[in-house]
């Protein structure tokens, strides 16, 4: 990856941001929750790759034709690791036709795996799956009566992340809830590209209100402008006067 | 006359204290949050990164950044916080979150509880659900009492896979509500929905319960 020798972390566009970065069967954290602070441009530039057989951690799988639904689509990933899949028939159909490898991870596991990952943590003992499924294989450890079952750190090969402002070294602000897993994969990537909304120079982002320092961030790309999708709209009425 | 879903969330909430961090599951459970009595302070916990979550927005306020765990729109509260998932299940595993509402598929009798996979069927997941049960410091299940097929679900065992061993702290059915002081103790019936007699809630429940 000498790629990475380029003193500049900035990428005039999403493809540009993966070259050189990219190869079959290479593993891939990405950000987002439901269609929320997902990476879709770097996903929609991944898949005009052709990059094939890739395993996946991401919370969900998109929607068809949305998100990390356009890599399912054209058969690109051979793993997901996610914790909830639903609101996606295509997704459905590849599991149950056995064409698509799928591992259950609670919500809080799966952040936690990155998290760990991330900051150089080999493993950690929860109580979280103790005695259900989850647990089926894995060390057990019993402590004040407790059972606790052993989990890995995750790290992939690649991040892909969405944030709302970030600078050229790579420092990212999160807006709202399209925060959620962005953090926290953006740490688990040996390479770790953002798109942001608003991309500034160095000094214009309030160092104290940084949420990912850019030392985790290798290259970065203006992904504006943005049509941001709603999965589900729920309003309530204005009163009357 | 057995209780509505309206009922049940309204019983859910009467389990809210002053002061209480809460997560509510999607469902019923999300209804909870229409029935927190005046005068009450309690801030719900969204577990994709936010604490006080608001009411739905009004219509052209909606903001797709701002969701909540159902992928609902929501609106934000002036004491409102947002964090990464990391830090919500740090907030939820390691008992910081007072009280929990979730639905159910199965509760057993020792406190088990399925509430996310059917064998045979299209599997989306357990999403947070386990991370909840796990780490939450009460949980209160809401559910019917018998399923379409007039099948029991409160039962001995749990048949469906487990989403927690010794979790579940009060049930509350559209027929009755059933209590424990503690993970220790059985269950109590503490509830009858009006109409309905104590022989009908046993004939319908295979579970060992006291009362």
Known sequence: ?241 | MPWSREDLAARAARELKDGYYVNLGIGIPTLVANYIAPGLKVVLQSENGMLGIGPFPYEGEEDPDLINAGKQTISELSMSSYFSSADSFGMIRGGHIDMAVLGAMEVSEKGDLANWMVPGKMVKGMGGAMDLVAGVKRVVVVMEHTSKEGEPKFKPYCELPLTGTNVVDMLITDLAVFSRGSRHEPFKLVEIAPGVTAAEIRSKTPAHYVG
């Not at chain 1, 992340?161 to 990537?189: C, H, Q, S």
């Open chain 1, 1 to 241: 990856m000498s790629a990475e020798t380029r003193s500049s972390k900035v990428y005039p566009d999403a493809a540009s941001a993966l070259h050189g970065i990219v190869s079959d069967g290479m593993s891939l954290c990405c950000g987002g929750f439901g269609l929320c602070g997902v990476p879709e441009k770097l996903i929609a530039a991944l898949h005009e790759t052709g990059v094939r057989n890739l395993t996946v951690v991401s919370n969900n799988a998109g929607t068809d034709g949305e998100g990390l639904g356009i890599l399912l689509a054209s058969r690109q990933i051979k793993k997901m690791i996610s914790s909830y899949v639903g609101e996606n028939k295509e997704f459905e159909r590849q599991y149950l036709a056995g064409e698509l490898e799928l591992e259950f991870n609670p919500q809080g596991t799966m952040a936690e795996r990155v998290r760990a990952g991330g900051a150089g943590i080999y493993g950690f003992f929860t109580k979280v799956g103790a005695g259900t499924m989850v647990a089926e294989g894995k060390e057990t450890r019993i402590v004040n009566g407790e059972t606790y079952i052993l989990e890995t750190g995750i790290v992939t090969d690649l991040s892909l992340v969405k944030a709302w402002k970030g600078d050229t070294e790579g420092n990212l602000i999160y807006r709202k809830t399209a925060r959620n897993f962005n953090p926290n994969m953006a740490t688990a990537g040996r390479i770790t590209v953002a798109e942001v909304e608003e991309l500034v120079e160095p000094g214009v982002l309030d160092p104290d209100s940084i949420h990912t320092p850019g030392i985790f961030v290798q290259r970065i790309i203006n992904g504006s402008p943005y049509r941001k999708k709603i999965e589900k709209r729920t309003v309530r009425p204005r009163k009357e006067g």
